[in-house]
Nanobody, 121 residues
Framework: QVQLVESGGGSVQAGGSLRLSCVAS????????MGWFRQAPGKERERVAL???????RYADSLKGRFTISRDNDKNTLYLQMNSLKPEDTAMYYC???????????????WGQGTQVTVSS
């Protein structure tokens, strides 16, 4: 059974930074495409960023330049560095994993339990 555990969320003022982490089971993390998603209250879940097993990344256009996704295979950990945070970044952030970047984030992907990020103005 694949397990993903997020951490690093919290409350921060606008303009601040946070780094989210997602620890994955060894097998999943080294071979799967992984991503960060977020969902704000009353809104649909949106994709934040993806990273494949070779380290290639994709970002939501609106977040380029502020968020950086990375992975450390030695530590089995996925990261999301978030800078210049805005109140509209407030959401529950989830990591997900799947065998292919075309399907990661689908209901059938593996999901963590989420970590809350709250940005105050």
């Amino acid at each position: 059974q694949v397990q993903l555990v997020e951490s690093g969320g919290g409350s921060v003022q606008a303009g601040g930074s946070l780094r989210l982490s997602c620890v994955a089971s060894e097998y999943t993390h080294n071979t799967y495409c992984m991503g960060w998603f977020r969902q704000a209250p009353g809104k649909e879940r949106e994709r934040v960023a993806l990273i494949d097993s070779d380290g290639r990344t994709r970002y939501a256009d609106s977040l380029k330049g502020r968020f950086t996704i990375s992975r450390d295979n030695d530590k089995n950990t996925l990261y999301l560095q978030m800078n210049s945070l805005k109140p509209e970044d407030t959401a529950m952030y989830y990591c997900a994993a799947d065998s292919d970047c075309y399907v990661v984030g689908d209901p059938g992907s593996y999901w963590g339990q989420g970590t809350q990020v709250t940005v105050s103005s």
